[in-house]
């Protein structure tokens, strides 16, 4: 499986950014999406189940990020609103195996990984 993430950009603190994640093929798994800005380790940002019923975010993105999926397009989504500039980092999506797995904000649980896209706020 592969995934490719797109959609970053630069933009001021305030404005909003949807990214996405393409899968190459129709997967019944987990996807989620993390970031590791510059000097910092990788971190959790949101998850979604293969449905999309049922989503997890940290807490310094709820009510701001809204991540979704479009199973016909096998397609993830961040939505991003109302971006701080503590935002900025490279995002990266994740799928876990086996299908119809939980979520999980623990990255070394998941097994394919994108390339990343990077996302710099200004202030």
């Known amino acids: 499986v592969q995934l490719q993430a797109s959609g970053g950009g630069v933009v001021q603190a305030g404005d909003s950014l949807r990214l996405s994640c393409e899968l190459s093929r129709n997967i019944n798994s987990a996807v989620g999406w993390f970031r590791q800005a510059p000097g910092s380790g990788r971190e959790f940002v949101a998850a979604?189940?293969?449905?999309?019923?049922?989503?997890h975010y940290r807490d310094s993105v709820k009510g701001r990020f809204t991540i979704s999926r479009d199973n016909a397009k096998n397609t993830v989504y961040l939505q991003m609103n109302g971006l701080k500039v503590e935002d900025t980092a490279v995002y990266y999506c994740?799928?876990?195996?086996?299908?119809?797995?939980?979520?999980?904000?623990?990255?070394?649980?998941?097994?394919?990984w994108g390339q990343g896209t990077e996302v710099t706020v200004s202030s």
């Open positions: 994740a799928a876990r195996m086996p299908e119809g797995i939980a979520i999980t904000p623990r990255d070394w649980e998941y097994d394919y």
């Open positions: 979604t189940t293969a449905s999309g019923r049922s989503t």
